[in-house]
């Protein structure tokens, strides 16, 4: 099951950031750009975890997260308070109204993904999946463990974020900047190439004699997990 996840936020710089982050780990992403138009889908349907600005014209954020609390239906609603408001007293009252999480922006974004994963972890278990499959690669996200073929790959923890991240959408590909986002964070300011030197360490770990290469490299764009990959080589 694919969790839903609401994103109320009025600059669209980071509804896009979000949209495009969220949506490339699997979810299904709504974005709204007002308190209150909010407020009135949250009435027409709930979703599993909500990401609020605190700042928002209509409704201010922190009045709909209160209102959230107040409707039985919304009452569990993991909510996640994104702003720009980083002072100890501020996040005391968001956290103090109801919010479950508070994020300061400019936020890391696998630091952020990491919080709703935790939070549905927590509220809805059934929409995360430990277990990342295709053709015969296993990812085990607990255990932290990929197998190939019954064989046990050892991976370096960068290696198994960026193929983690890959394995999330297979066939989509995606740049050198964006791995570096989704995989590092946007805090870390790291040479592109970076990228390359890790992606052949991947290639080097997760393929053996003729095994066939996950890894698309898309030339001019960048890199994808194949999407046709089926475990042996032709």
């Given at each position: 099951?694919?969790?839903?996840?609401?994103?109320?936020?009025?600059?669209?710089?980071?509804?896009?950031?979000?949209?495009?982050?969220?949506?490339a780990e699997g979810y299904q992403v709504e974005v709204v750009g007002r308190g209150d138009e909010a407020e009135v889908r949250l009435r027409e349907a709930v979703p599993d975890l909500v990401l609020l600005d605190w700042m928002l014209p209509?409704?201010?954020?922190?009045?709909?997260?209160?209102?959230?609390?107040?409707?039985?239906?919304?009452?569990?609603l993991p909510v996640i308070m994104l702003t720009a408001r980083g002072e100890e007293g501020e996040r005391v009252r968001g956290?103090?109204?109801?919010?479950?999480?508070?994020v300061v922006k400019p936020f890391s974004v696998p630091e952020l993904l990491a919080r709703v994963r935790a939070l549905l972890r927590r509220a809805k278990p059934e929409h995360l999946s430990s277990l990342l499959k295709s053709g015969d690669i296993e990812l085990d996200r607990e255990t932290r463990r990929v197998h190939r073929a019954g064989r046990e790959i050892n991976l370096g923890p960068t290696e198994?974020?960026?193929?983690?991240?890959l394995m999330q959408s297979p066939g989509r590909v995606y740049t050198r900047e964006q791995l570096l986002d989704g995989v590092w964070g946007r805090d870390v300011y790291i040479d592109e190439r970076t990228v390359d030197v890790h992606i052949g360490?991947?290639?080097?770990?997760?393929?053996?004699g003729r095994e066939a290469d996950p890894i698309r490299t898309?030339?001019?764009?960048?890199?994808?997990?194949?999407?046709?990959?089926?475990?042996a080589a032709a």
């Amino acid at each position: 099951m694919t969790a839903r996840i609401l994103v109320v936020e009025d600059e669209e710089p980071i509804t896009v950031l979000l949209r495009y982050n969220l949506e490339a780990e699997g979810y299904q992403v709504e974005v709204v750009g007002r308190g209150d138009e909010a407020e009135v889908r949250l009435r027409e349907a709930v979703p599993d975890l909500v990401l609020l600005d605190w700042m928002l014209p209509g409704l201010s954020g922190i009045e709909l997260c209160r209102r959230i609390r107040l409707r039985a239906e919304t009452e569990r609603l993991p909510v996640i308070m994104l702003t720009a408001r980083g002072e100890e007293g501020e996040r005391v009252r968001g956290l103090a109204i109801g919010a479950d999480d508070y994020v300061v922006k400019p936020f890391s974004v696998p630091e952020l993904l990491a919080r709703v994963r935790a939070l549905l972890r927590r509220a809805k278990p059934e929409h995360l999946s430990s277990l990342l499959k295709s053709g015969d690669i296993e990812l085990d996200r607990e255990t932290r463990r990929v197998h190939r073929a019954g064989r046990e790959i050892n991976l370096g923890p960068t290696e198994f974020r960026l193929l983690e991240f890959l394995m999330q959408s297979p066939g989509r590909v995606y740049t050198r900047e964006q791995l570096l986002d989704g995989v590092w964070g946007r805090d870390v300011y790291i040479d592109e190439r970076t990228v390359d030197v890790h992606i052949g360490r991947l290639r080097k770990a997760v393929k053996r004699g003729r095994e066939a290469d996950p890894i698309r490299t898309v030339r001019g764009s960048g890199y994808s997990f194949n999407e046709r990959f089926a475990g042996a080589a032709a």
